[in-house]
């Protein structure tokens, strides 16, 4: 078990394309989160997956935001048209029944 | 709504000194968990702490341990014999019980340990 698995660790994309990133939790874990983090600010909530199902959203996940966890395994974040709004590490965590693990996460650059 | 606040942007300790960060928080629930997370440059996340909000015995581990204060909602940790490798962003977060909700972070210390 080498922990939660991020990917790309970079990303420098230009403003308006689409960008997906992976996670991989840590294979027993069946709960996976997506935090969004800017500069200078601490991690903030996105989405939950418990096993496939998307149980949460916030309202930070806008209409261009999409998540998915097929087979309740990986799980992608995908961003359409991106905006320079959108720069920021895109973290990812798992947990089963209780702490929740971290990625090294997905540094976005929209330019 | 739960919210968490920590005052201190930045700190700075010499090795081998003692530190103290500042968390307070806010919220109407009775039953949470609250965090102490280490974030090194260019590395991921780590959990150092976790204090259970019913336990009133403050949670150590190791050179760390927390001053938890549920009436003033504080939460502080306190860093002993500081090392190099302590240099991080520190994040306090919160979490309801009894539940897999997510967690709400404060924006985070940075603390610097040097020579």
């Known amino acids: 078990d080498t922990g939660v698995s991020q990917d790309p660790r970079h990303k420098i994309t230009k403003r308006g394309q689409n960008v997906t990133f992976r996670c991989d939790p840590i294979?027993?874990?069946?709960?996976l989160y997506w935090y969004r983090q800017t500069l200078g600010q601490g991690p903030e909530f996105l989405t939950y997956?418990?096993?496939?199902?998307?149980?949460?959203k916030s309202r930070l996940l806008s209409d261009r935001f999409s998540a998915e966890r097929p087979k309740g395994s990986f799980s992608t974040l995908e961003i359409q048209r991106t905006e320079q709004g959108d720069s920021a590490m895109y973290l990812c965590?798992?947990?089963?029944?209780?702490?929740?693990?971290f990625g090294q996460g997905t540094r976005l650059t929209v330019v | 709504a739960q919210t968490v606040t920590q005052s201190q942007p930045e700190m700075s300790v010499q090795e081998a000194e003692t530190v103290t960060l500042s968390c307070t928080y806010d919220?109407?629930?009775?039953?949470?968990?609250l965090f102490w997370y280490k974030q090194p440059p260019s590395r991921q996340m780590i959990l150092v702490i976790r204090?259970?909000?019913?336990?009133?015995q403050n949670a150590t581990e190791n050179r760390f341990s927390v001053n938890f204060q549920k009436a003033a909602k504080s939460f502080s940790l306190k860093i002993s014999d500081s090392q190099l490798g302590d240099t991080a962003m520190y994040f306090c977060?919160?979490?309801?019980?009894?539940?897999?909700?997510?967690?709400?972070f404060g924006t985070g210390t940075r603390l610097q340990v040097t020579l």
């Open positions: 977060a919160f979490r309801v019980a009894g539940t897999a909700s997510k967690l709400t």
């Open positions: 965590a798992s947990s089963f029944e209780g702490e929740a693990f």
């Open positions: 919220t109407s629930e009775n039953n949470y968990y």
């Open positions: 294979s027993e874990h069946n709960r």
């Open positions: 997956f418990q096993n496939e199902a998307q149980l949460e």
């Open positions: 204090q259970e909000a019913y336990k009133q």
